[in-house]
């Protein structure tokens, strides 16, 4: 076994011993930081689009114009057939309308020509019917949240010039002429400076982003660019 000599007792009129300073925590201050990996903000997704019709239009004025037809043709001839019934004599347009039904033959010009009018008068009616009507605007995306109350439209005159204008801030593009349809957009641009080629990729591209995030139409037309070199 070994002996441990204790420590000799302080000296009279010696200072004791002082504590070392803990340096642990100013080390830890004084470290360097290490910078955390940035944090990518949740990515927000499109709002649901709810599906959109095209609008139907009301129709007014053909259906009112067809219904008044109908009622005075019908009115005048219940109107004489009750005033003959009654024993009162026929008026001359009657008369004339009886005879020329009993008489002409089935293969008359007039009667051919009056039925081909009937029969295109009832087929434009039946398109009328079935057709929405209303070609020069373009229904837009609504939420889907509208549960259907909410119709936006947009001219097509109007998407034309916004495009029109997106097309003309394109670098290289001179003039543009913009014609929208409902299933599709021909662009035509005249090239001042630049490669017509990569004009025209970049025209493509800002005019599909246009459609995309300006006009937000429920249907986007497919974009046909053309371009040629501007003459000036």
């Not at 000296?11 to 642990?24: A, I, K, M, V, Y």
């Not at 394109?170 to 080629?197: E, I, L, N, Q, W």
Request: aromatic content about 4%.
């Amino acid at each position: 076994m070994t002996s441990r000599n204790p420590s000799p007792p302080p000296e009279r009129g010696s200072e004791p011993p002082r504590p070392l300073p803990d340096t642990t925590a100013a080390a830890a201050e004084n470290a360097p930081k290490r910078d955390s990996p940035p944090v990518e903000p949740p990515r927000q997704q499109a709002p649901a689009q709810a599906p959109t019709r095209r609008p139907w239009a009301a129709r007014g004025f053909p259906a009112a114009a067809a219904a008044s037809l109908i009622l005075l043709a019908a009115g005048a001839l219940l109107f004489e057939a009750v005033w003959v019934r009654t024993g009162h004599p026929a008026t001359a347009w009657w008369t004339r309308l009886a005879d020329e039904l009993a008489t002409r033959p089935v293969d008359d010009v007039w009667i051919l020509t009056g039925a081909a009018v009937a029969a295109a008068l009832g087929l434009w009616l039946i398109v009328l019917a079935l057709t929405p009507g209303l070609r020069r605007q373009l229904p837009l995306g609504v939420p889907a949240d509208s549960h259907g109350r909410m119709r936006a439209v947009l001219d097509r005159k109007s998407a034309g010039l916004l495009l029109r204008d997106a097309a003309m801030r394109v670098p290289g593009v001179s003039a543009a002429r913009v014609r929208v349809r409902r299933r599709k957009v021909t662009v035509r641009a005249d090239v001042r400076f630049r490669d017509t080629a990569d004009v025209k990729d970049e025209l493509t591209d800002t005019i599909r982003r246009e459609e995309r995030e300006q006009l937000a139409l429920a249907r986007p037309p497919r974009p046909t660019v053309r371009v040629r070199r501007s003459p000036t």
